[in-house]
Nanobody
């Protein structure tokens, strides 16, 4: 079990960058699958990206080539670097952690992409 706290959300103009962070406590961070989901206005929560303990990554088609997931095991922190943001990227971004069972979720951080 653990606690996940997202940060780094905010407002950005289309085409701009933003980096999200997810700080994890109370877990053996390096042994968890970590990743991100998001929920846009009027849409369900959808998968964005994840990273396995061995470094394997996977991305939703909608963000491939624009988003990059990474993790710093020494800091127990997961990151999502977002580039070339589009209005349709707007939503609440949720960090998750999973290991051999249940998912643990953060409270979410709002990302708004608009001009």
């Amino acid at each position: 079990q653990g606690q996940l706290v997202e940060s780094g959300g905010g407002w950005v103009q289309p085409g701009g960058p933003l980096r999200l962070s997810c700080a994890v406590s109370g877990t053996i961070f390096s042994r968890y699958v970590m990743g991100w989901y998001r929920q846009g206005p009027g849409n369900p929560r959808t998968f964005v990206a994840h990273m396995n303990p061995d470094g394997y990554t996977n991305y939703a088609d909608s963000v491939k080539g624009r988003f990059a997931i990474s993790r710093d095991n020494a800091k127990n922190t997961l990151y999502l670097q977002m580039e070339s943001l589009k209005p349709e990227d707007t939503g609440v971004y949720y960090c998750f952690a999973q290991r051999d069972g249940p998912y643990f979720w953060g409270q979410g951080t709002q990302v708004t992409v608009s001009s």
